[in-house]
């Protein structure tokens, strides 16, 4: 039965959307204070590369590699972002897309470290040292009635679930804390925030850096499910990408990311049967979306709404169950 229900085709597409999930938070950070930064491709291949690089060449544990990649590309987050801070809009946009094309032609052309546009193969997969470290202890997937690769893939989803499910709650906790009161009051006007004493340098570049870690983080793990890399998946193509899924789903709360990374990475699967005409679907789509709703699927409108519903709900089955009371 289980061997049925968990194909390593559709757990693989989970593993992916997953990914771009913490990818499209890695928009959505910078964006809550206004900064429009198009670098996670670039994060994300530092933290690929890195991972990579030391796993193989220094023989690391995946863990060790995968917190290697984050922090690196958290400390070029940091350089990056004190540099930019007086640029917004567009400008940013266009330097942050410049440092991600700088990083990839890097990966080029260092061809002694990278490999260069060739890539680097038999990266330590991450499914394959869990199933190996789970058979140190005496377990065997069969006894689940699973196959080696379908425990594989599956161990992967369940694990970037959690930290999917992880990274969510902390970010919609820190939109309520003090930080993301600040986040907001900078995105809204940053010289009234500023005389209301928000530190605007310390908090721009603390958005600017949590999203470069949480690109990292992303593509730390992307290196260690696919076991290959090369400057390609870090292209200006993978950028868009990412930002699509933030602008797409909606920007303004979290959720919006969230569904906008699910249903562009799943939709693709979905046309297959349509394979010549799905891309040019997926484009109209868009277009029509950017027309009709600029803000995205995902509004507070659409939260409230959803709340709403909610709360009258409780209310009706409330005054049902105190009406059988009486």
């Known amino acids: 039965m289980l061997a049925e229900l968990f194909n390593p085709y559709y757990l693989q597409i989970g593993c992916f959307i997953l990914i771009n999930i913490i990818l499209a938070l890695s928009v959505y950070?910078?964006?809550?204070?206004?900064?429009?930064?198009?670098?996670?491709?670039?994060?994300?291949?530092?933290?690929?590369?890195?991972?990579?690089?030391?796993?193989?060449h220094f023989d690391l544990p995946i863990l060790v590699g995968i917190i290697a990649g984050t922090l690196i590309a958290g400390l070029i987050g940091i350089l990056i972002g004190l540099p930019t801070l007086r640029l917004q809009g567009v400008y940013l946009a266009i330097v942050t897309l410049g440092f991600g094309e700088v990083i990839r032609v890097v990966f080029i052309n260092w061809e002694s470290l990278t490999n260069g546009s060739v890539g680097i193969s038999g990266i330590p997969h991450i499914g394959r040292e869990i199933l190996k470290t789970l058979k140190g202890f005496g377990?065997?997937?069969?006894?689940?009635?699973?196959?080696?690769?379908?425990?594989?893939?599956?161990?992967?989803?369940?694990?970037?679930?959690i930290i999917a499910?992880?990274?969510?709650?902390?970010?919609?906790?820190?939109?309520?804390?003090?930080?993301g009161r600040a986040y907001a009051a900078i995105k809204l006007d940053e010289k009234a925030a500023e005389s209301m004493g928000i530190n605007i340098t310390y908090y721009k570049v603390l958005a600017f850096t949590q999203g470069a870690l949480l690109a990292g983080f992303a593509g730390s793990i992307y290196a260690h499910v696919l076991a290959y890399i090369s400057p390609a998946d870090f292209s200006y193509h993978r950028a868009v990408d990412i930002l699509v899924f933030t602008v797409f789903g909606g920007s303004e709360v979290i959720w919006g990311p969230v569904f906008g990374a699910i249903f562009l990475t799943f939709l693709p699967e979905v046309l297959r049967f349509i394979s010549e005409y799905r891309y040019m679907i997926y484009g109209l789509m868009i277009i029509?979306?950017?027309?009709?709703?600029?803000?995205?699927?995902?509004?507070?409108?659409?939260?409230?709404?959803?709340?709403?519903?909610?709360?009258?709900?409780?209310?009706?089955?409330n005054g049902s169950g105190s009406e059988k009371s009486m």
């Open 165 to 179: 499910i992880f990274l969510v709650w902390f970010f919609r906790r820190q939109h309520y804390s003090r930080v």
């Open 139 to 161: 377990f065997n997937p069969q006894s689940m009635g699973l196959q080696n690769n379908q425990f594989i893939f599956l161990s992967i989803f369940v694990l970037l679930l």
């Open 288 to 317: 029509i979306l950017m027309a009709v709703r600029p803000q995205g699927l995902i509004d507070v409108n659409i939260i409230n709404w959803i709340k709403s519903k909610k709360r009258s709900k409780r209310g009706v089955t």
């Open 29 to 56: 950070v910078p964006l809550s204070t206004g900064q429009l930064s198009l670098a996670s491709a670039g994060f994300m291949g530092l933290g690929a590369y890195t991972s990579a690089l030391l796993t193989i």
